[in-house]
């Protein structure tokens, strides 16, 4: 459960900005939408973050923000030494002279110092990166904090200084392993990746919940290929099963769909009836083919607990189906292990759906600068409030400006 972050000077967003979807005790309770933000916490999230706002407003560079510090966490390690770090700075000469921060905090299990799986506790990871105009990307902070009861004050798990310097308490790393990653820790990576690559237990652990992170976002410049994900879904017959079942029951006209070996590699056959010939994924609907490639993102979400994030989830598929997908992550069936949707979001209708802790706004000032802010944080909106006409009506921010 990610329930708070801060982004500064990473790209549109200029000036820091805070998502905290914290809601407390007071606001009616929501089973399966608003959840405890981690155990014996009164404050809940929603397992839903709807993101809206005009083209170009900032939404997707929200959910670039969690995809990169993500990635920097597990992957920094392994990029070349010397290559840019897969971000940029709001494209001003004064903004790219200075730092980028961006600040996760979420909860995961405590089991670091009390061994203790089965409870989860608040984590605050923070990135602090120089600026460009210095010799290639240096981090100037990174920190990794934690609180393991609610009468305790957040304890540092590591921090490292700008000198590369990092402080760790005693139970993180071995004094060898402490050694080593003095020697081979790089300015430009990560101490988590670092440590990762000495197999550090509690690294390790933490590469594990960043890669519970999915996100369709392009951030290695990379999209997945057709081959890779149909090789995804013939390595996975649980995925093609759970594929199989959710295709018909929102009614795509599919009727089946065959994962089989053609001319040395995996080709999908969907089944429609009516048809004597199975049909190939170039010549579906558009809307099919995007569920058949978002899907794999969503269930591995759902089956690890992880967090989907999903750039523009309603493109090309039908309004109507757009709630069922969210009913999924609502579901404690579907949902056991409280994974959660972050996505950007233009299909308005579906607000009709969305409660107003759910929606988050990005807003572009005149600057160029992306704003953002939660609906909830709108003064005097009630839960029978129809958001919808009132947010195409302009009320709450977030819309085109045309003419």
Same mark, same amino acid.
């Given at each position: 459960?990610?329930?708070?972050?801060?982004?500064?000077?990473?790209?549109?967003?200029?000036?820091?900005?805070?998502? !905290?979807?914290?809601?407390?005790?007071?606001?009616?309770?929501?089973?399966?939408? %608003?959840?405890?933000?981690?155990?014996?916490?009164? %404050?809940?999230?929603?397992?839903?973050?709807?993101?809206?706002?005009?083209?170009?407003?900032?939404?997707?560079?929200?959910?670039?923000?969690?995809?990169?510090?993500? /990635?920097?966490?597990?992957?920094? #390690?392994?990029?070349?030494?010397?290559?840019?770090?897969?971000?940029?700075? @709001?494209?001003?000469?004064?903004?790219?002279?200075?730092?980028?921060?961006?600040?996760?905090? @979420?909860?995961?299990?405590?089991?670091?110092?009390?061994?203790?799986?089965?409870?989860?506790?608040?984590?605050?990871?923070?990135?602090?990166?120089?600026?460009?105009?210095?010799?290639?990307?240096?981090?100037?902070?990174?920190?990794?904090?934690?609180?393991?009861?609610?009468?305790?004050?957040?304890?540092?798990? @590591?921090?490292?200084? &700008?000198?590369?310097?990092?402080?760790?308490?005693? /139970?993180?790393?071995?004094?060898?392993?402490?050694?080593?990653?003095?020697?081979?820790?790089?300015?430009?990576?990560?101490?988590?990746?670092?440590?990762?690559?000495?197999?550090?237990?509690?690294?390790?652990?933490?590469?594990?919940?960043?890669?519970?992170?999915?996100?369709?976002?392009?951030?290695?410049? #990379?999209?997945?290929?057709?081959?890779?994900?149909?090789?995804?879904?013939?390595?996975?017959?649980?995925?093609?099963?759970?594929?199989?079942?959710?295709?018909?029951?929102?009614? %795509?006209?599919?009727?089946?769909?065959?994962?089989?070996?053609?001319?040395?590699?995996?080709?999908?056959? #969907?089944?429609?009836?009516?048809? !004597?010939?199975?049909?190939?994924?170039?010549?579906?609907?558009?809307?099919?083919?995007?569920?058949?490639?978002?899907?794999?993102?969503?269930?591995?979400?759902?089956?690890?607990?992880?967090?989907?994030?999903? +750039?523009?989830?309603?493109?090309?598929?039908?309004?109507?189906?757009?709630? &069922?997908?969210?009913?999924?992550?609502?579901?404690?069936?579907?949902?056991?292990?409280?994974?959660?949707? /972050?996505?950007?979001?233009?299909?308005?209708?579906? %607000?009709?759906?969305?409660?107003?802790?759910?929606?988050?706004?990005?807003?572009?000032?005149?600057?160029?600068?992306? &704003?953002?802010?939660?609906?909830? +944080?709108?003064?005097?909106?009630?839960? +029978? +409030?129809?958001?919808?006409?009132?947010?195409?009506?302009?009320?709450?921010?977030?819309?085109?400006?045309?003419?």
């Amino acid at each position: 459960m990610l329930y708070r972050i801060e982004i500064e000077n990473f790209f549109s967003v200029r000036e820091r900005q805070v998502i !905290d979807l914290t809601v407390g005790r007071k606001v009616p309770d929501e089973p399966g939408r %608003l959840v405890p933000i981690h155990d014996g916490s009164d %404050l809940r999230a929603p397992s839903v973050v709807a993101i809206y706002g005009a083209n170009a407003s900032g939404k997707s560079n929200v959910l670039r923000a969690v995809a990169f510090a993500a /990635w920097f966490i597990q992957s920094s #390690f392994q990029q070349q030494a010397g290559n840019a770090l897969l971000y940029q700075k @709001f494209e001003t000469k004064e903004m790219i002279g200075k730092i980028t921060r961006l600040s996760l905090t @979420f909860a995961g299990l405590d089991g670091m110092m009390t061994g203790d799986l089965s409870k989860t506790c608040p984590y605050v990871y923070t990135l602090e990166l120089s600026s460009r105009d210095t010799e290639g990307d240096r981090v100037i902070l990174e920190s990794l904090y934690y609180r393991p009861s609610a009468t305790a004050r957040m304890s540092r798990i @590591f921090e490292r200084n &700008e000198d590369g310097e990092v402080k760790a308490a005693k /139970w993180v790393a071995t004094s060898k392993e402490l050694s080593v990653l003095k020697s081979i820790l790089r300015p430009d990576a990560s101490v988590i990746s670092t440590l990762g690559q000495l197999n550090n237990a509690l690294a390790l652990n933490f590469i594990r919940s960043a890669n519970a992170i999915d996100s369709n976002i392009l951030l290695t410049r #990379f999209e997945q290929s057709d081959s890779d994900l149909l090789k995804q879904y013939a390595r996975n017959d649980l995925l093609l099963l759970d594929l199989n079942r959710d295709i018909r029951r929102i009614d %795509l006209g599919v009727d089946q769909v065959h994962i089989v070996a053609e001319n040395g590699g995996p080709v999908a056959r #969907f089944v429609h009836a009516g048809l !004597d010939g199975a049909l190939p994924l170039l010549i579906e609907s558009h809307g099919t083919q995007q569920f058949f490639k978002i899907y794999p993102l969503l269930h591995r979400a759902l089956a690890l607990g992880g967090i989907a994030l999903v +750039d523009e989830l309603d493109v090309a598929i039908h309004p109507a189906i757009l709630p &069922e997908i969210l009913r999924w992550f609502f579901d404690p069936d579907r949902n056991p292990h409280g994974a959660q949707l /972050w996505m950007s979001c233009h299909a308005v209708s579906l %607000l009709d759906d969305l409660l107003k802790e759910e929606v988050v706004i990005c807003e572009k000032s005149p600057s160029g600068a992306t &704003e953002v802010y939660r609906l909830a +944080d709108i003064q005097g909106i009630r839960r +029978d +409030d129809n958001i919808l006409q009132k947010y195409l009506g302009g009320v709450y921010g977030g819309v085109p400006s045309i003419g």
